[in-house]
C-alpha cells in the first residue's frame, strides 16, 4: 500500500479481523505502530460504531458485497477519529477478504457544528 493516499486502506478477513493496513491507519489512530493483524476492526471502533460494524456493515457485505459511505468514529489516542468507511467483499479468492477504505471526516464536522 502506498503512503501517498490519503486515506487509510485496509485488508480484512471476512469476519473482520485485520490481515493488514496502511500507516495512515496508525496515524490517524494516533499511535505508534499498526494493530496487529488477527486483531478484530471493531475493537479499533468506539461503542456505537462497533455495533453498527457487526450488525449491519459486517452481514450486508456479506449478502451485498459492498457497502458505501458508513460513518463511524475510531478510538484513537487523543479521542475519537469520525471517518467515512467504504468497503467492498472479495469473493475472487480461496478465502473471502474485506478491502475498506477509511476518509478522515475531522474538518466536515468542523464547518456542520
Known sequence: MTPL????????????????????????LGAAALPAAGRPFGELLTAGSRVLWESQVLPALATRGRVDEVYLRLRGAAGE??????SRLDRGGSVPEIYAVLLRMQRREQWEV
Do not use: K, S, T
Open 81 to 86: 477519529v469520525p471517518v467515512l468507511v467504504n
Open 5 to 28: 493516499l490519503p486515506c487509510a486502506v485496509l485488508r480484512l478477513q471476512a469476519n473482520g479481523a485485520i490481515i493488514a493496513a496502511d500507516d495512515e491507519l496508525a496515524r490517524m
